[in-house]
């Protein structure tokens, strides 16, 4: 079978910055946490995988990994058959990615000129860009809001305008860091339908999504890798991973608190990721940092 | 095709700095206000300091026009690139660009070039507001010797740019590189006096910076209308420093960016 992402052990540790304190007390010291740990994954084409997990589980290191946006402490992973350490050039061609964050966009320029600006970085120019641009436009259904500026869409359609960026570049692989992240229930299930039909049914593309709705990595996903802590705890698709317990009418929340011995709780990330950090280091003095893994920020 | 990307980068920052259209007209405003100080501090200092600024054609008015002009382009380079990166990550596009598969200084690099444009206009302006309203003479100027120094002195600037931009990347804020020539270029660089006004061994210092050269050619060049030959010295250093500072600086921001990629900081501002 064709592989379109593969993963070999692929883990990632960030090195802790050190407080003033502890920079003079223990200068040689190096404090790191594994955020995520020998990940081992083969997905297929046309495939609808999702990775679930709570917040700070790893999910969207895995994702900027795959992306080459960082680079792994070791093991190797494969996008397209291409190496993400040594052709990121080549993976990004082949890839498209689709964040959540509103904030990546240009607020003062209008849908289409964000469009057009992002289409000159995957190399479409003038008529091309103009073409596929407007192509995009049509499917999220924006193009009467096309050139309004950003600022004034709502949440819903900067996420369709997310999805349009994403899919510039006519992608084989395409990313998805919690899409329906901040969006009503309406419009989160409306681009459920959307992603499902029209990106994977009709386009065919290979789709990487992560998410920690359970009922979002039900309904959408063939696969689903269950994560925590850095770890893949479990891969397979929710009837199956389902139907593996002793339990009747088991559901995932099930299936999570099997593989993880604990309860799936959606987490609120921390409002500023240098307090969790600082709060960290505090415990590292403590002795109970060092060579561990702390769930609950996401980087 | 990199003019046509670099064209909408352009194209994005002109949109961007004319959306907030009082800043814009109020930049274009003021331009004229740091000339005018200087016109009548000239007007003040009159023939006195003949002696240091006979080499330029002995008005100081002409001579600090010049400098204040092009030492922009220091400026602009130690601060373009790194604001453009600090930019782009505080307004959160820097991630939405970095996985497309326009590399990291394709990007970085075409981000500052609205800045270099809007110094040039700059330039333009004070030069223009010099000669047909203040009396500067420029009459002889060498263009073609001027650009061969401006060309030089953007490409020197702007690889000292792409050193300061790579510590950004690491070090987010406190970038020691634009300090150091933030603060010595205009007191050893020629800015606003000769550096003969210097003593010797300061002007030691002088002859370590770029725009010691850049400005002293491009001063020759257009009061004095000094011929290729004659501007040689400035540019055989201006011409050592690219040789120098270029791959420097590529391969600063090499290790910068990968640096932060390992650290998983690339984002962070």
């Known amino acids: 079978m064709e592989y379109f992402i593969e993963t070999y052990d692929l883990t990632k540790k960030f090195t802790l910055q050190k407080g003033f304190t502890d920079f003079l007390m223990h200068p040689f010291r190096k404090d790191e946490i594994t955020a995520v740990e020998k990940v081992n994954i083969k997905i297929g084409k046309g495939e609808l995988f999702g990775i679930l997990g709570p917040n700070g589980a790893g999910k969207t290191t895995l994702i900027k990994l795959l992306c080459t946006l960082i680079l792994p402490t070791e093991g190797t992973a494969y996008v397209n058959g291409y190496n993400i350490a040594e052709n990121s050039g080549k993976v990004r061609e082949s890839t498209g990615f689709i964040t959540a964050d509103e904030r990546s966009f240009y607020w003062r320029l209008t849908g289409r000129q964000n469009l057009k600006f992002f289409a000159s970085l995957h190399n479409f120019y003038s008529h091309d860009a103009q073409k596929r641009v407007d192509e995009l436009l049509n499917i999220v259904g924006l193009k009467n809001r096309a050139d309004d500026r950003f600022l004034s869409y709502s949440a819903g359609m900067k996420q369709r305008m997310a999805i349009a960026r994403g899919l510039l570049n006519d992608p084989e692989v395409v990313f998805m860091d919690e899409p329906t992240k901040g969006l009503d229930p309406g419009a989160a299930q409306n681009l459920r339908e959307f992603i499902k039909e029209r990106i994977v049914k009709e386009q065919g593309k290979t789709v990487f999504l992560s998410t920690h709705h359970l009922g979002e990595a039900e309904q959408l996903c063939d696969r689903i890798a269950i994560i925590d802590e850095g770890e893949i705890r479990v891969i397979g698709s929710p009837e199956e991973l389902k139907s593996e317990l002793d339990k009747p009418n088991s559901t995932l929340d099930d299936v999570f608190i099997h593989y993880t011995g604990k309860e799936f709780k959606e987490e609120v990330a921390p409002k500023h990721p240098y307090s969790e950090r600082r709060r960290m280091m505090r415990e590292g003095r403590r002795g109970m940092m060092r060579g561990g893994r702390i769930g609950g920020i996401r980087f | ?269």
């Not at chain 2, 274009?28 to 300091?49: C, N, P, Q, R």
């Not at chain 2, 307004?91 to 326009?102: D, F, K, R, S």
């Not at chain 2, 000094?226 to 040689?232: D, F, N, P, Q, V």
């Open chain 2, 1 to 269: 095709m990199i003019y046509k990307k670099a064209f909408s980068f352009i194209k994005r920052d002109l949109i961007l700095a004319t959306s907030y259209k009082f800043e814009f007209f109020l930049r274009l405003f003021f331009m004229f206000f740091s000339i005018l100080t200087f016109y009548f501090v000239a007007k003040l200092i009159g023939g006195a300091g003949v002696q240091y600024l006979e080499p330029y054609g002995g008005d100081y008015f002409s001579f600090v026009l010049i400098g204040i002009a092009f030492s922009g382009y220091l400026m602009t380079a130690l601060r373009g690139f790194s604001e453009s990166i600090r930019g782009e990550q505080m307004m959160g596009t820097l991630e939405a660009m970095l996985v497309t598969p326009t590399n990291t200084s394709t990007i970085i690099t075409l981000s500052s070039l609205w800045s270099f444009i809007f110094t040039s206009f700059r330039v333009l302006v004070y030069l223009l507001i010099g000669v047909f309203l203040l009396g500067v003479d420029m009459s002889d100027a060498n263009l073609f010797a001027a650009m061969v120094i401006l060309i030089l002195t953007i490409i020197c600037f702007s690889s000292i740019g792409i050193i300061s931009a790579s510590f950004i990347m690491i070090l987010k804020r406190g970038d020691p590189i634009n300090m150091l020539f933030m603060s010595t270029s205009e007191l050893f660089g020629g800015v606003f006096f000769p550096i003969a006004v210097l003593p010797g061994w300061l002007q030691t210092v002088s002859h370590i910076l770029p725009i010691t050269y850049s400005l002293s050619g491009m001063r020759h060049a257009l009061l004095q209308g000094y011929s290729l030959h004659a501007l040689a010295p400035d540019i055989i250093a201006l011409a050592v420093f690219s040789v120098v500072l270029v791959p420097l600086g590529l391969l600063a921001f090499k290790y910068g960016v990968k640096k932060a990629k390992v650290d998983g900081t690339l984002i962070q501002y």
